[in-house]
C-alpha cells in the first residue's frame, strides 16, 4: 500500500485547507485511515482516523469541530477539511493506513504499529 498526501501550503489564521491522501493498492475499504501532523521540534500526534466504510471517525480532543475526516472508497482517497486554522496547526501532515481489525481506535492514536505512511504535506499557517 503507497500513500501520498497532497494540498498542504500557507493559508492565513482562520482560513481553511482540504488535505488528500491518495492510496493505491487493493480492497481500500477494508483499510483505517488516519491523519498525524508533526510541529517543528514537537512530537508526532494524532490528528483524525476513519473506518474503512467511513461510518466511525474518531478525533484528536482539541481538533473536534475544526477537522473533518472522511473518506471516498470509490477513489481510494481519505481527505482532511481543516477549518478555522490557527499558527499552532502548523506542521507536516501525513497519512496512514493499516487492515482494520477489532478495537483499531484504541491503538491507532499513539501511532506506533501503523504499517503504512505517506510522505506528508507541509501546513503553514501565519499572516
Known amino acids: 500500500v503507497q500513500l501520498q498526501a497532497s494540498g498542504g501550503g500557507l493559508v492565513r489564521p482562520g482560513g481553511s485547507l482540504r488535505l488528500s491522501c491518495a492510496t493505491s493498492g487493493r480492497s481500500f475499504s477494508s483499510f483505517f485511515m488516519a491523519w498525524f501532523h508533526q510541529a517543528p521540534g514537537k512530537e508526532r500526534e494524532f490528528v483524525a482516523a476513519?473506518?474503512?466504510?467511513?461510518?466511525?471517525?474518531y478525533y484528536a480532543d482539541s481538533l473536534k469541530g475544526r477537522f473533518t475526516i472522511s473518506r471516498d472508497n470509490a477513489r481510494n482517497t481519505v481527505r482532511l477539511q481543516m477549518d478555522s486554522l490557527k499558527p499552532e496547526d502548523t506542521a507536516v501532515y501525513s497519512c496512514a493506513a493499516g487492515l482494520q481489525t477489532t478495537g483499531w481506535n484504541m491503538w491507532v492514536p499513539s501511532g506506533n504499529g501503523i504499517p503504512y505512511w505517506g510522505r506528508g504535506t507541509l501546513v503553514t499557517v501565519s499572516s
Open positions: 476513519i473506518s474503512g466504510s467511513g461510518s466511525s471517525t
